[in-house]
């Protein structure tokens, strides 16, 4: 017999979500999550660290139960207008938390690293940090965004979202280099703490509510993905993303400040980092005292992360975009389950978002309802 019959390698928004949709499907299933921080811990951090006040997502995309639990919740907590802003009703960063920490429970949380995963007699065998097993019938892997992108040439410059991040004291001369909204609003919370901020981007800043085409949020484009044949799923996700671009919010604040003089902006395309600063490919060199990198995550997991692992010993086929080939149930393997970005190819360009893990939670819980429900023995023929 196996220690669970569910194991969530994550414990962030889509890993919590994911097992609270599961134990609402299955409250006898045998469920624990393996992080080894506290629960949303790395996307608070990563949240603060860019200075987010409000989440892209409108307020249907949240980690509650019903479509409509973070609108009741705010009405019966007494969440003002000022918590959902815009057209979409976009909720704040502490509604959105306070939300998810009243509906995703206290489910068990093992607070270790997983390693590795193995096949284990038709189960899984999740390899901790500290050497020790666990066995399980179902494995999740949801394990986030990963590590963040450093293009090549800036191999050593610090990232917003290190985990050792700090924007520190003002002072120095720094460059902020990203286009999209973590670097416009991290370029906007340094700027308004005192830092002489120089905005780096490829392209002029861009509007856009959402970084996907809306349609992907419902069934009228969801349905027609999921018929397209594999292969061009991936060219259907490129067109349907929208990265490098700013919420109506965001856009407006960055441009107000770069018409005040508040901060410097700079269009080119970064190549190298040097002791002087940045040196673009047209052979400018923006001085900088400090460099920081706001370009997002890598599309691939390291090679030594537990999905990193996984894709190469158990031979996961996947598209040049990262993209793993999984089944309708999420499944790499049998009893392999995978969220996040990663399952773009069955979820669609919000994969990793918070409507993404609306969805995987939505495809588990509807397997989990399965496997707890016994097979009914077929009654005995007439005689």
Not at 69 to 96: I, K, N, Q, T, V
């Amino acid at each position: 017999m196996t220690d669970y019959d569910w194991l969530i390698i994550g414990g962030g928004p889509h890993g919590r979500f994911i097992a609270a949709s599961i134990a609402r499907a299955a409250p006898a299933a045998r469920l624990a999550i393996v992080d080894p921080l506290a629960a949303m811990a790395v996307w608070r951090a990563r949240a603060t660290a860019c200075g987010m006040r409000y989440l892209r997502s409108s307020n249907a995309h949240h980690l509650g139960a019903r479509a409509d639990s973070l609108r009741r919740f705010a009405a019966e907590r007494g969440y003002d207008e000022a918590h959902a802003l815009g057209y979409y009703r976009r909720p704040s960063l502490a509604l959105f938390d306070a939300h998810a920490a009243a509906e995703l429970g206290t489910p068990m949380h093992i607070r270790r690293s997983a390693h590795h995963v193995a096949r284990d007699n038709g189960a899984w065998r999740v390899q901790l940090d500290t050497g020790d097993p666990l066995t399980a019938e179902r494995v999740v892997l949801a394990t986030g965004p990963g590590r963040p992108y450093r293009p090549t040439g800036f191999e050593a410059a610090e990232h917003v979202f290190d985990a050792d991040f700090t924007l520190g004291e003002p002072g120095r001369a720094t460059v902020i280099v990203g286009g999209g909204i973590t670097g416009a609003q991290l370029a906007l919370r340094a700027a308004e703490a005192g830092h002489r901020v120089c905005w780096l981007t490829r392209h002029k800043p861009v509007r856009a509510d959402f970084d996907s085409d809306p349609c992907y949020a419902g069934p009228r484009c969801l349905v027609p993905f999921a018929d397209t044949p594999l292969a061009e799923r991936t060219a259907l996700l490129a067109e349907a993303r929208r990265p490098g671009t700013l919420p109506p919010d965001i856009y407006s604040a960055i441009t107000a400040a770069l018409a005040g003089g508040g901060l410097a902006w700079r269009q080119g395309e970064p190549i190298r980092l040097s002791q002087a600063g940045v040196t673009l490919a047209d052979g400018r060199v923006i001085d900088a005292e400090r460099v920081i990198l706001a370009t997002g995550f890598a599309h691939r997991p390291a090679a030594r992360s537990v999905l990193g692992r996984a894709i190469v010993d158990f031979v996961i086929p996947t598209d040049d975009a990262g993209h793993l080939h999984l089944d309708g149930e999420l499944a790499a393997l049998p009893g392999l389950h995978v969220a996040g970005r990663p399952a773009s190819l069955q979820l669609g360009p919000m994969a990793g978002n918070i409507k993404g893990a609306r969805l995987a939670g939505r495809t588990l819980a509807t397997v989990a309802r399965r496997a707890a429900t016994p097979t009914r023995m077929a009654a005995p023929a007439a005689s």
